[in-house]
């Protein structure tokens, strides 16, 4: 009987504690329960012994179009295929799980007694044989689609565990090379670097690390509560004599001194309308007036009508002056 969770076909371990089947049942690899109680047993022993341990972080690139394009049957299809491509690239003391809960297209490889270089030979491994997988699977039109061109991107974390690691620590380093290797087009491999990859920080240390920073700020803070204090001592305090009240004043009062021309014309106009007395002399001849009709009728009428109102105009005041005296 081989080991749970190996390379081997594995039998169907369960949770010690609770009594959970421990095997995904689509690739029979490890679940997540189960590789989270088989995986800290294999760091703890490797600690103990000073062995090199190596944690590979596999993730198909592009996974979400074989579901969308094809179902979710063909998308099972490729996830089963590449769980079985893993199992025949590793050895059987290896630990082996699928990511992500159900419906995960990522998997743990834990490599025993492993340094760098033999671990990026077991994932250029995965990787080729990989891009050589061709399934075929029923699509969602009724027919039967061969599923090929399926690339990984991994990730690979290899080092000797000290005694303060956990298993995040390694899964931390992996999965940061992973997101690398998908930014380089995909289809990659990348090693994690522990002077590039982020690790965990203390609290305490990034309060620490936020101070200088912070401090950088301060001339900048002082300089803005310097100009609001200026501004709202020229706003309280100026004196009268330099605000722009005065001004606004003599704009708005500068039209009012335009309305005496106004007047002036209108004591014009009325002046002018009753000045004119040289019509009189012609009043007391009836005749010459009647006379005057006839050529009227040649020239432009306009000057008949302009005399008349006159005539009349005086005749009415010097009746009522007249009366009045």
Request: glycine share 6%; aromatic share 4%; charged share 25%.
């Amino acid at each position: 009987m081989t080991a749970p969770g190996s390379s081997a076909d594995p039998v169907d371990p369960a949770c010690h504690s609770c009594g959970h089947a421990a095997t995904d049942r689509l690739t029979g690899l490890l679940d997540r329960w189960g590789w989270d109680e088989r995986a800290p047993a294999e760091l703890a022993q490797a600690a103990a012994a000073r062995d090199s341990l190596a944690l590979l972080v596999i993730d198909i690139d592009r996974f979400k179009q074989f579901n969308d394009r094809f179902g979710h049957i063909a998308g099972d299809a490729v996830i089963k295929a590449v769980a079985d491509t893993v199992r025949r690239s590793t050895r059987e003391s290896d630990v082996l799980g699928r990511y992500g809960g159900h419906g995960g297209d990522e998997f743990l490889v834990l490599l025993r007694q492993t340094d760098a270089a033999e671990a990026l030979s077991v994932a250029h491994r995965i990787r080729t044989g990989v891009r050589e997988i061709a399934v075929d699977a029923p699509s969602t039109d009724g027919g039967i689609i061969r599923l090929d061109r399926v690339t990984t991107s991994i990730g690979v974390c290899a080092k000797v565990p000290r005694p303060e690691d956990d298993l995040t620590t390694y899964v931390v380093a992996a999965d940061a090379a992973l997101q690398v290797a998908k930014q380089a087009g995909r289809d990659r491999i990348r090693l994690a670097d522990e002077s590039r990859t982020p690790l965990p920080v203390p609290l305490g240390r990034h309060r620490a690390a936020a101070r200088p920073a912070a401090r950088r700020f301060v001339p900048v803070l002082v300089g803005l509560g310097s100009a609001l204090a200026a501004f709202a001592y020229i706003v309280v305090f100026a004196p009268p004599g330099e605000r722009e009240e005065p001004a606004m004043a003599a704009a708005q009062l500068a039209p009012i001194a335009t309305a005496a021309p106004a007047t002036e014309t209108t004591i014009i106009v009325v002046t002018t309308v009753i000045a004119p007395p040289p019509a009189p002399p012609q009043r007391p001849d009836p005749k010459p007036a009647t006379a005057k009709k006839k050529p009227t009728s040649k020239p432009a009428p306009t000057t008949t009508t302009e005399q008349k109102p006159l005539v009349d105009v005086c005749q009415i005041m010097r009746q009522v002056v007249g009366r009045i005296c």
